[in-house]
């Protein structure tokens, strides 16, 4: 008395997953993300307006300097989905990676080259603020 073919979900229900099972792995919030650092970002930036107008400037300048390069990355990380595409999700990790990093180079080069009223502080203040925020709310969408 053994299970086969078409018996085997009555022997083990649940051992072959449906097909709606196996289309209802969703994609994970990682553009929420982005969107939460910048609603953050830009009030604080408009604030510090006025105090200082360089001081908003560099701290924007640092956060965007984060948020970019990380929309960039989930662009390309999260476009395919599933085991059969696990080629193209490696390659897509591997550009993406690559990516943020360019992207970030580019835009530490050009804020130091590009804004005459630096301030260095505010730039890193911004640019580490930002990953703190983005390690914390990955974390938290991970979690759940």
């Known amino acids: 008395m053994g299970c086969k073919g078409a018996e085997l979900t009555e022997c083990w229900p ?5 097909k709606s099972a196996l289309a209802s792995i969703k994609r994970p919030p990682v553009f929420r ?33 984060a948020v970019i390069p ?14 059969r ?8 990790f591997y550009r993406g990676e690559t990516g943020k990093f360019l992207l970030t180079l580019v835009g530490f080069g050009c804020a130091f080259a590009g804004l005459t009223q630096l301030r260095p502080l505010a730039l890193f203040s911004g640019y580490l603020l930002m990953l703190i925020l983005q390690w914390w709310l990955v974390a938290r969408a991970v979690r759940q």
């Not at 649940?14 to 449906?18: F, L």
């Not at 939460?36 to 300048?61: D, G, M």
């Not at 595409?85 to 897509?92: F, G, L, T, Y």
């Open 14 to 18: 649940g051992a072959i997953p449906e």
């Open 33 to 65: 993300v982005a969107v939460i650092q910048l609603a953050c970002l830009v009030p604080v930036s408009a604030c510090l307006t006025v105090v200082n107008t360089n001081l908003a400037v560099s701290l924007l300048a640092g956060g965007l300097i």
């Open 70 to 83: 990380h929309l960039y990355f989930t662009l390309y990380a999260f476009r395919y989905m599933g085991a």
């Open 85 to 92: 595409a696990s080629n193209q999700i490696a390659r897509s």
